[in-house]
């Protein structure tokens, strides 16, 4: 089973999951790319999920729908296009023979969902659309600090070894603000050099994984009193854990 990022716009991933025969896409905000992928590998489109309702997660969707004949599945909880399968939290889903659990992780919107699953022969893997960025998270758009910290701590509890496939290349814009919070963190000055290295080769910093979000992504780390210690010297009543992650998610903002 291969995954692969499909470039859209000027900085999404529409992730591909494919066995050489069929596929399916995750957050397709526009179609050509998608139908080019599939017209080069030879490949079927048998599903389309979707995280959240932005145009530039689900532009593509009708066209695809309409073109490959492939099964949507979206949000519940969100405004969506039909017809799809509306999936809650705990659904499993089971394109391509897998099974993907369906986790809801509001915050970026109020009925965002991501998919988590094990792939046979590989690491498991994570869908979390605008939710989880590397080093970074979504803004909120419709939801709350409190939420955004609750979907964001769900997702740092799956295995360290899950590959975390964010819809957006903001990776090294997410790590500048991420060494002004910890600046002597090792691993995340470690990390951001190798992703400098990659983007000056024109190549994908993604997939990560959860396990090196742990260690260098400020927003899975603001329960870490160096984090909070930051936070707090910019804003002194941050002072329990959604304070301060609130604070944190303000400081990226303005930065």
Not at 112 to 124: F, L
């Amino acid at each position: 089973m291969k995954l692969i990022p499909i470039p859209a716009f000027d900085d999404n991933y529409i992730w591909m999951l494919h066995d050489g025969r069929r596929a399916l896409v995750v957050d397709p905000g526009d179609a050509d790319p998608v139908l080019a992928a599939l017209q080069q590998g030879g490949l079927a489109l048998e599903a389309i999920l979707v995280t959240h309702h932005h145009g530039d997660h689900t532009g593509g969707v009708e066209i695809l729908r309409k073109s490959t004949g492939a099964q949507v599945c979206g949000p519940a909880l969100e405004r969506m296009p039909g017809p799809l399968q509306r999936l809650s939290d705990g659904d499993v889903i089971g394109p391509l023979g897998l099974r993907l659990e369906v986790l809801l992780v509001p915050g970026h919107t109020a009925g965002h969902i991501a998919y988590w699953g094990q792939v046979s022969g590989a690491d498991p893997v994570l869908f979390c659309g605008d939710t989880l960025f590397s080093a970074g998270c979504g803004r909120l758009f419709e939801g709350t600090p409190a939420q955004m910290l609750a979907s964001l701590t769900r997702l740092a509890a799956l295995p360290d070894a899950t590959r975390v496939c964010c819809a957006h290349e903001y990776t090294l814009s997410s790590l500048r603000f991420a060494v002004a919070v910890e600046p002597d963190n090792a691993d995340l000055l470690a990390y951001q050099a190798q992703a400098q290295v990659l983007r000056q080769q024109r190549l994908p910093t993604l997939p990560s994984t959860i396990g090196l979000e742990k260690a260098v992504n400020p927003f899975l780390r603001t329960h870490l009193p160096k984090v909070a210690h930051a936070v707090q010297q910019r804003n002194p009543d941050a002072r329990d854990p959604v304070s301060v992650f609130a604070a944190l998610r303000t400081w990226k903002d303005q930065f």
